[in-house]
Structures are given as structure tokens and as C-alpha cells.
T-cell receptor, first 114, second 117 residues
Framework: AQTVTQSQPEMSVQEAETVTLSCTYD???????LFWYKQPPSRQMILVIR??????QNATENRFSVNFQKAAKSFSLKISDSQLGDAAMYFC???????????FGQGTRLTINP | GAVVSQHPSWVICKSGTSVKIECRSL??????MFWYRQFPKQSLMLMAT?????????EQGVEKDKFLINHASLTLSTLTVTSAHPEDSSFYIC?????????????FGAGTRLSVL
């Protein structure tokens, strides 16, 4: 069974600084997708960024980028120029190609210090 | 982006009563919707996958007679917690998959906080 591990229960960063959240996953599949979701205090899950396993290029969305290391099964999220609104729980998720279910990691609570 | 509406956002009920939670995809059709449960400070636990026009698929350990799921249309799925008890108190979240979108992304509702007295 596929598993997703986020080894950092909590992280904090100064406003305007850069922070990296870690995620590793375990799978024997070659076709899969990886996601980072954000859950702010409102608890609305918001998709931050998405990566297809077949793509070598790391996904980027404005201040958010990933470091996808397929051989190492690592998928970290980098947030640049951190803003107060970035404070939230961040969940890494995996989906096997052709499947419907998402497998979530345990989450990392990110605090932004003003 | 796609919007998923979940209602109610918060419900308080007496032990032994049933509660229905609605999940609607507002601007897209969703053949598949998902129901999750989230305990405080924990991750999302998938309860069941709801397919339009067919029976839901429940995850291991989830009582299908306790958590009734109906997905009667391409835009609506409901979760009914039957004979609710205090241990059912939790945060329930639905998501919907855009069947037409090439990205095959799940969009989430804002969740429902259930408190059983």
C-alpha cells in the first residue's frame, strides 16, 4: 500500500523568508501524481500545487515550488517570501495513476512569524 | 476554480438522531465524490467513495449502515449519520472530482462540524 510521510509536525518561519516542507512517499507504481494541499484555519482544503510523476520539471505556482526527486521518492514544498496568509496545515498527497483515491500525509502546521 | 459547496457548516444534534450533510459541485459535474473524516490536529481519513448512480465504496472499518451515502445526481452527494452518538462528533469533509477536467483534481468543500450531545 502506498504511504505518505510528512516528518515535520510543525514548522515556523519569519515573514518574507523561505521555508521548505518535507514529504516522502512509498510506491511501486511508475504512474502517479503528487499534490500539496493547504488547510487554513477556515479548514477549507485548497490545492497549492500538483506534480505528475512523468514530468521531470518541478512544478511552480508563483511563490510555491516543489523539489520532486523521483528516485528518492521525495516531494518537498518550498514557499518563498512567506506571507502571514500562508499560515496553515499543509498536507502532501499521492494518487496512483488511474485511481481516484488520494492518500494523505499526516500534515505539517506552518506558522508565520511577523 | 471549481467550487464545492458543503452544507451545513456546523450542526449540533442530540444523541440518537440522524444528521444529513450535503455536498454539491456548483460549476462542474462530478461522477465521483469522496467523504472524509478529520479528527482534531490529524489528517483526513477517507470514509467512502461515492459514485453517481451506484452504491458507495466504503473504506475498511467504516460502518456503511451508520454512514449512509447517496449520490443521486452528478452534482449532489449526501452523507447521513444515522443514530448519531457523541463518538461520531467530528469534522466531515467532502470532495468532488471534475470528470471533464484533464487534471483530474479533487476539489474540497469547506467541511461540516458535527457535535453530538
Amino acid at each position: 500500500a502506498q504511504t505518505v510521510t510528512q516528518s515535520q509536525p510543525e514548522m515556523s518561519v519569519q515573514e518574507a523568508e523561505t521555508v521548505t516542507l518535507s514529504c516522502t512517499y512509498d510506491t511501486s507504481e511508475s504512474d502517479y501524481y503528487l499534490f500539496w494541499y493547504k488547510q487554513p484555519p477556515s479548514r477549507q482544503m485548497i490545492l497549492v500545487i500538483r506534480q505528475e510523476a512523468y514530468k521531470q520539471q518541478n512544478a511552480t505556482e508563483n511563490r510555491f515550488s516543489v523539489n520532486f526527486q523521483k528516485a528518492a521518492k521525495s516531494f518537498s514544498l518550498k514557499i518563498s517570501d512567506s506571507q502571514l496568509g500562508d499560515a496553515a496545515m499543509y498536507f502532501c498527497a499521492y494518487r496512483r495513476g488511474g485511481a481516484q483515491k488520494l492518500v494523505f500525509g499526516q500534515g505539517t502546521r506552518l506558522t508565520i512569524n511577523p | 476554480g471549481a467550487v464545492v459547496s458543503q452544507h451545513p457548516s456546523w450542526v449540533i444534534c442530540k444523541s440518537g438522531t440522524s444528521v444529513k450533510i450535503e455536498c454539491r459541485s456548483l460549476d462542474f459535474q462530478a461522477t465521483t465524490m469522496f467523504w472524509y473524516r478529520q479528527f482534531p490536529k490529524q489528517s483526513l481519513m477517507l470514509m467512502a467513495t461515492s459514485n453517481e448512480g451506484s452504491k458507495a465504496t466504503y473504506e475498511q472499518g467504516v460502518e456503511k449502515d451508520k454512514f449512509l451515502i447517496n449520490h443521486a445526481s452528478l452534482t449532489l452527494s449526501t452523507l447521513t449519520v444515522t443514530s448519531a452518538h457523541p463518538e461520531d462528533s467530528s469534522f466531515y469533509i467532502c470532495s468532488a472530482r471534475d470528470r471533464t477536467g484533464a487534471l483530474n483534481i479533487q476539489y474540497f468543500g469547506a467541511g461540516t462540524r458535527l457535535s453530538v450531545l
